[in-house]
């Protein structure tokens, strides 16, 4: 059974640091990523993992965030530092069993699985 189990979600001031873990339960992955969607707006992503280890950004976290995977733990990390409380939203890992080229990395619609969510929440 596929299952990715997000965690490390929270309250932060403005400035602060939080890391995000998706537990990866089942499956060969290709490509792994975060999405975050806030109140009123559209699920967008933030930054995913391919299988030959690029790494993709988006511009609004670029130099902030860092993804990585832990393959001793099977954990997909995001590290957040200098929080904004732009970044607050809910917090969601995907994954897509095939590959998927560098330009469509954060379209939702191409990945197959997802977690329940974590919650961010950044004050100013």
């Known amino acids: 059974e596929v299952q990715l189990v997000e965690s490390g979600g929270g309250s932060v001031q403005s400035g602060g640091s939080l890391r995000l873990s998706c537990a990866i339960v089942g499956g060969n992955y290709q490509n792994l990523a975060w999405f975050r969607q806030a109140p009123g707006k559209e699920r967008e992503g933030v930054a995913a993992f391919r299988s030959d280890g690029a790494t993709y950004y988006a511009d609004s976290v670029q130099g902030r965030f860092t993804i990585s995977l832990d393959s001793a733990k099977n954990t997909l990390d995001l590290q957040m530092n200098s929080l904004k409380p732009e970044d607050t939203a809910m917090y969601y890992c995907?994954?897509?069993?095939?590959?998927?080229?560098?330009?469509?990395?954060?379209?939702?619609?191409?990945?197959?699985?997802w977690g329940q969510g974590t919650q961010v929440t950044v004050s100013s």
């Open positions: 995907g994954a897509r069993l095939f590959r998927l080229a560098r330009g469509n990395w954060n379209n939702q619609e191409l990945y197959s699985y």
